[in-house]
């Protein structure tokens, strides 16, 4: 079985600040790992994806994250956060065989305050 | 290039009532999954449809049905609504595989409220 936990459901950042948002993952097997952003009242968009290549992964509007199997982890960052960054994030893991099922944290509210 | 289509996106219905949702594909993409999202939760997975059929079900009660048409549209369908039905669902399309670089697209979503 797969799991993701996120720690903080809110994290409160001023524009220009560091962003880090941890997530950490259970899984029995090799995983694929997930960010999605969620704005207010839109769907889920993809900002990157961990698939077994390069354990750091860039992906759009500035945000990596690094995948730590020694930790279980792969926590997003970004270098300087911007107002626009304020939505919901959540981390989910799925196998890398079998059915496209995903697993999602319970999210992590990013709040930038100016 | 068209993503991911839901309708209607937002709906109240009554207690013991039926609803049908319905999912368009991103465009090429031959898999189609439900999710659930609660108010302050992630998404819960509902079960996925390739080839017209379901091949995997998450933890929910067979009120919960769909089905997958030949171009590859999806409708979810719940009957005997309950309050606890109130929720986010969201349509997922994928290209069936786990190929690296295979992205499961989200829609906007169908928000219902069971009053």
């Known amino acids: 079985a797969q799991s993701v936990t996120q720690l903080g459901s809110h994290v409160s950042v001023s524009e220009g600040a560091l962003v880090l948002l941890r997530c950490n993952y259970s899984s029995s097997v090799p995983p694929y790992l997930f960010w999605y952003v969620q704005y207010p009242n839109q769907g889920l968009q993809l900002l990157l994806k961990?698939?077994?290549?390069?354990?750091l992964v860039k992906g759009i509007n500035g945000f990596e994250a690094e995948f730590k199997k020694s930790e279980t982890s792969f926590h997003l960052t970004k270098p300087s956060a911007h107002m626009s960054d304020a939505a919901e994030y959540f981390c989910?893991?799925?196998?890398?065989?079998?059915?496209?099922?995903?697993?999602f944290g319970t999210g992590t509210r990013l709040l930038v305050s100016p | 290039d068209a993503g991911v289509t839901q309708s209607p996106t937002h709906l109240i219905k009554t207690r013991g009532q039926q609803v049908t949702l319905r999912c368009s594909p991103k465009s090429g993409h031959d898999t189609v999954s439900w999710y659930q999202q609660a108010l302050g939760q992630g998404p819960q997975f509902i079960f996925q449809?390739?080839?017209?059929?379901?091949?995997q079900r998450g933890n929910f009660p067979d009120r919960f049905s769909g089905h997958q048409f030949p171009n590859y549209s999806s409708e979810l369908n719940v009957n005997a609504l309950l309050l606890g039905d109130s929720a986010l669902y969201l349509c997922?399309?994928?290209?069936?595989?786990?190929?690296?670089?295979?992205?499961?697209?989200f829609g906007e979503g169908s928000w219902l409220t069971v009053v």
């Open positions: 961990y698939t077994s290549a390069a354990t």
């Open positions: 449809y390739y080839e017209e059929e379901e091949r």
């Open positions: 997922a399309s994928s290209l069936d595989g786990v190929v690296a670089g295979n992205t499961i697209y």
């Open positions: 989910a893991v799925r196998k890398n065989t079998g059915f496209q099922k995903l697993v």
